[in-house]
């Protein structure tokens, strides 16, 4: 993002997060990628929507959430992240953050 971003109020990102957005109607490719946690960096790593994996009625409905650099737990866990090459799944992250 650098200075130019900063001025113009935009946050830095720390990291982005896979949403489940179908619930317990999620397919098993939504559900596998649920809270998985990438770094901006990561620039293979694609969020959702998926696009042929996804056998969700209606399409996949899952989001990016993203975490900025100022919340709270942010700069921890993405730390964290960065020490696992940038890519975890939600389980090592729900781990991480449970203790």
Known sequence: MGWFGNKLGQKQVAYFQWH??????????????DGMAWL??????????????????????????????DDAWGPGNAEWIKKRG????????????GG
């Open 20 to 33: 489940l957005g179908g619930g317990e109607h999620a397919c098993a490719a939504c559900r596998d990628k």
């Open 40 to 69: 901006p960096e990561r620039k293979d790593v694609r969020g959702p929507p998926l696009k042929d994996a996804c056998t969700c009625p209606g399409g996949c409905t899952c989001r990016t959430l993203e975490i900025y650099a």
């Open 86 to 97: 940038g890519l975890v799944t939600g389980a090592q992250l729900e781990k991480f953050i």
